[in-house]
């Protein structure tokens, strides 16, 4: 339980994460604005597409307004390649299951909704809080018709990839990677995004590196970059006038946004060493306590670490109650919650932040299926990953520019909780 010894608050508040801008950001940005590319196209996008598909190693990229709107298209690729083209107004994936992580933000999985579709949420592992392989295999036995597979790598932790293509490859199914949070990550010597079909970066604010907002796809196949490119501008066909054959979008990546982006490439290594540090430093600091890290597969791979988090053991939970949008518990010596050890963390005025709280949870998604390892289930099952770890588990400040002093003030906060 907490106990006050009158913690002196930060001055400045410590955020969960926040954008870390160098200069180059400003040199393009300028460039855009003084060669009057300000628009969605130029130098600045080519540059980014250029970047990210040599970082992630994968042929083309389209540059777009949002991680989400990557998702977006990445689905329509999908559910076209698979189906069909749709009806108009039908979506490409009208009515057809589509297999998604469960723990994860819901813009993993509402684009799936978008194009009609009816995400089918698979549980968590514990050894990467990713996708279950076991629990995806279980999924393919109760449908086998599903053909199409959301993977999400939480935190910037890739999920079990091998084991999960194998199952998709069994199944005869395509892999789109949500590497929004994990732009930099490696798998087994690849980039995270560039183990599927398609695959989704972000350039939110938050993101490990920002354009203040933008999203990329990638892709090794060229007829799929070119669908992107068309489809997210306004799906004009080569006429002299505005032709038009199938429905459009606006999800161009704006050149002023690309400069910011582009001025961040530079860094994205130096930020991915800065987390790491955090992540380090808080598994040290937090040593003897009743918690654990956010684990990732030592041997296999290397998280970009964008969020460092922690999971309480569950004897040394202190009694917590959560509502829909409020929660309380019960102070216990020896013992603690996330709730407690973030309302701890508001008395310092550092932000953190309770784990992402599964899409099967979501009121907007609770009648939507939910598959574990022990089978299917509307609601709760014996066996729930996923709502353990939101249950246990919390996101600690880590931005990039956080100091080593304000880090072991925190600590010393998290570890007043647990006496
Ligand atoms: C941030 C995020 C997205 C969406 O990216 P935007 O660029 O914000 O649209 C999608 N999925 C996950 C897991 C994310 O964290």
């Known amino acids: 339980m907490f106990v006050n010894k009158n913690y002196r608050p930060f001055e400045e508040k410590v955020w969960l994460a926040k954008p870390f801008m160098h200069g180059p950001e400003q040199t393009y940005m300028t460039e855009a604005y003084e060669t009057n ?3 969605t196209a130029g130098k600045n996008i080519e540059e980014v597409e250029r970047l990210t598909a040599e970082k992630i190693g994968i042929k083309y990229c389209v540059g777009l307004s949002a991680g989400t709107a990557a998702l977006h298209m990445a689905l329509k690729l999908a559910g076209e390649a698979v189906y069909g083209k749709p009806k108009i107004g039908f979506g490409a994936l009208f009515q057809k299951k589509v297999f998604c992580s469960d723990c994860t933000f819901d813009a993993s999985c509402n684009p799936i909704v978008y194009e009609g579709g009816i995400p089918v949420f698979i549980d968590t592992e514990y050894e990467t809080w990713n996708m279950d392989p076991e629990a ?5 036995k109760l ?6 597979v959301v993977i999400v790598h939480l935190y910037g932790t890739p999920a079990k990839m091998d084991e999960i293509k194998a199952v998709c490859d069994k ?10 949070e994990s732009f930099g990550a490696v798998y087994r010597g690849r980039q995270t995004g560039s183990l599927g079909m398609a695959g989704c970066l972000s350039a939110n604010g938050n993101k490990i590196i920002t354009g203040t907002a933008g999203g990329m796809l990638v892709t090794n196949s060229f007829e799929a970059s070119r669908k992107v490119k068309k489809w997210s501008t ?4 080569d006429a002299p006038w505005y032709q038009h054959e199938e429905l459009g979008y606006n999800y161009r990546m704006s050149n002023v946004v690309a400069g910011v982006l582009r001025g961040q490439f530079p860094y994205l290594e130096e930020h991915i060493a800065l987390k790491k540090r955090i992540y380090e430093r808080y598994k040290k600091g937090l040593e003897g306590l009743p918690v654990s890290m956010n684990p990732y597969d030592e041997k296999n791979s290397e998280p970009n670490f964008w969020l460092s988090c922690m999971l309480i053991k569950p004897e040394a939970m202190c009694k917590q109650v959560r509502g829909e949008r409020d929660s309380c518990y019960v102070p216990e010596h020896g013992k603690s919650c996330p709730t407690e050890i973030l309302e701890a963390m508001g008395f310092i005025r550092a932000e953190g932040r309770p784990i992402w709280k599964p899409m099967h ?6 009648r939507n299926e939910f598959i574990g390892r022990e089978g299917s289930c509307l609601g709760s099952s014996s066996l729930d990953v996923g709502m353990d ?3 246990r588990g919390l996101c600690l ?18 570890r007043a909780c647990f006496e």
């Open 171 to 180: 199944n005869g199914a395509v892999m789109i990677e949500d590497a929004t």
């Open 234 to 237: 306004q799906s004009r066909e």
């Open 143 to 148: 449908y086998p018709e599903v053909k199409i």
């Open 397 to 414: 400040p880590s931005h990039v520019k956080m100091t080593g002093e304000e880090q072991n003030r925190i600590i010393e906060v998290i």
């Open 389 to 391: 770890i939101f249950n």
């Open 136 to 140: 995806l295999a279980k999924a393919f």
């Open 37 to 39: 590319w300000m628009t």
């Open 361 to 366: 949870m979501q009121p907007i998604y609770r």
